[in-house]
């Protein structure tokens, strides 16, 4: 699969909670950099997905721009909307995700709430 593709995916399966597919995504080596924690490999990866989703109600994401691949390197940006207490929230995302073997090794993420 290459790097758009897996990037797609990331978003419009992984993302938006099919956690089933976590294994074909990411490498068992992974490592996601939150700015309070990393993450690693593909259950703690999921485990995260997971509580995020339980945060808001009816949460999905879309890809907004992207995903720009530079060798090992793909980049993305997408929207967030969910609600929470029956009041809707959106928010933005950047993406820097690096690829190996055909599955993502290495992640730093960044999202902002919008007013």
Request: net charge negative; aromatic share 10%.
């Given at each position: 699969?290459?790097?758009?593709?897996?990037?797609?995916?990331?978003?419009?399966?992984?993302?938006?909670?099919?956690?089933?597919?976590?294994?074909?995504?990411?490498?068992?080596?992974?490592?996601?950099?939150?700015?309070?924690?990393?993450?690693?490999?593909?259950?703690?990866?999921?485990?995260?997905?997971?509580?995020?989703?339980?945060?808001?109600?009816?949460?999905?994401?879309?890809?907004?721009?992207?995903?720009?691949?530079?060798?090992?390197?793909?980049?993305?940006?997408?929207?967030?909307?969910?609600?929470?207490?029956g009041?809707?929230?959106t928010?933005?995302?950047?993406?820097?995700?690096?690829?190996?073997?055909?599955?993502?090794?290495?992640?730093?993420?960044?999202?902002?709430?919008?007013?």
């Amino acid at each position: 699969m290459d790097a758009h593709e897996l990037y797609r995916r990331w978003i419009d399966e992984l993302w938006n909670g099919r956690l089933d597919v976590v294994g074909e995504l990411v490498d068992e080596g992974f490592v996601g950099h939150w700015p309070d924690r990393d993450v690693h490999g593909p259950q703690e990866l999921a485990g995260l997905i997971g509580e995020t989703h339980g945060m808001l109600d009816v949460l999905t994401f879309v890809i907004e721009v992207g995903p720009l691949v530079d060798g090992d390197l793909v980049a993305g940006r997408w929207r967030g909307r969910g609600a929470q207490d029956g009041n809707p929230v959106t928010f933005v995302g950047n993406d820097l995700l690096r690829v190996a073997g055909g599955r993502f090794t290495e992640y730093w993420p960044a999202s902002l709430p919008l007013p």
